[in-house]
């Protein structure tokens, strides 16, 4: 039954069905009524909406939230009841397109959007979205020890060529290198000790490293994962900046973009396109696994390395460069990713 409710197509028909069971209930109450559902936006009224294609219920209501405040009195209240952060992030980035008396009434409590909209100046508001989702979003991931107040102290004192790069993220632009080079320099302030003001992944990678000892999870990424993270946070950032329209654009291709397909066909991140290390001294990792490398137990695995033919595992392994199906470029003679 679980499969069942979890399948893409039963939960369209199954909010179609309550959306035109609510208008059906609602057909002569003196309150208005809105529902969408596989595109369609009805009320219980003589309303008409335009169609969309909206895919997520977070943008969806913020292009509803459009109309509304486009129907109503300048001076009216526009609420949203959502307990996710998402929400609050794109209401507060498209606040000028609302009414002025706009809040979000969360668990926490109600949130009004135009202070918060204020302090964080029309800018950096706009850029949210794309800070929120680099930063870690629930289908972007995180940073590895940096948590979102330390993120949000770092966006604050952040330069206008960083909030250029994370608005650029949610248009229609091919990722370069001089963005890929700006919002590394905003990792950098991220994970930098107090008084330490390094701009490189490599030279942070390396003072962080020598000056603290820190463990591997405790470093910033390198420059080659954090191209492919970037890649897909170009991805939803690009819907989130199409909240207020009716039809988006078609979403970009993951396969361009930091995914590729494992053997199953199944969508998987791609790590980085270089190695961590120098291939002589990833070959000197090896596991001793008598399984297929499937568990953590697998020291492999654990350090986001490939199994090679020095391990111990067999045929069946599910962690060799085979299974993983993922290019690498040889980085023996480049020591900016260490």
């Known amino acids: 039954m679980s ?16 959306a035109a069971k609510v208008l059906e209930y609602n057909m002569g109450a003196a309150k208005l009524i809105i529902t969408s559902a596989s595109g369609r936006t009805r009320s219980n009224k003589d309303l008409l909406f335009e ?23 300048p001076d009216a209240q526009l609420v949203f009841f959502s307990p996710d952060t998402d929400v609050l992030v794109l209401v507060t980035a498209n606040y000028n397109v609302f009414l002025k008396n706009t809040s979000v009434s969360m668990a926490s409590g109600v949130v009004k959007i135009e202070p918060l909209w204020r302090a964080l100046g029309p800018e950096r508001a706009k850029a949210l979205p794309a800070f929120h989702a680099f930063t870690g979003a629930d289908n972007t991931g995180r940073f590895s020890r940096i948590g979102k107040a330390t993120w949000l102290q770092a966006y604050l004192k952040a330069d206008e060529a960083v ?6 993220l949610q248009d ?12 590394a320099t905003f990792v950098c302030a991220a994970y930098a000790p107090k008084g330490i003001k390094i701009k490189t992944i490599p030279d ?35 819907v989130w900046g199409q909240a207020a329209i009716p039809q988006q654009d078609p979403q970009l291709n993951p396969l361009e973009n930091g995914f590729f397909k494992d053997k199953d066909g199944q969508l998987k991140p791609t790590t980085t396109e270089v190695l961590p290390a120098p291939k002589a001294i990833v070959e000197m990792v090896r596991c001793q696994c008598k ?6 137990r ?6 986001n390395l490939s199994c090679t033919d020095l391990c111990q595992c067999g045929s069946q392994c599910e962690n060799d460069e085979d299974s993983q199906d993922v290019t690498y470029e040889s980085d023996d003679d480049d020591d900016d990713d260490m």
């Open 163 to 168: 909030i250029n790069a994370l608005q650029m």
């Open 204 to 238: 942070m990678r390396w003072h962080l490293f020598c000056k603290h000892m820190a463990e591997s999870d405790k470093l910033p990424p390198t420059i080659g994962a954090l191209k492919q993270r970037i890649l897909r946070v170009h991805i939803q950032t690009r």
């Open 291 to 296: 399984s297929d490398c499937s568990s953590a």
């Open 51 to 73: 169609d969309n294609n909206h895919e997520e219920a977070d943008t969806l209501l913020i292009h509803q939230a459009v109309l509304a405040s486009q129907r109503n009195p």
């Open 172 to 183: 229609d632009v091919e990722v370069t290198e001089g963005m890929l080079s700006t919002l």
């Open 3 to 18: 499969r069942f409710l979890s399948h893409e197509k039963t939960k369209a028909d199954l909010t179609s069905y309550l």
């Open 298 to 303: 697998c020291s492999c695995r654990t350090k």
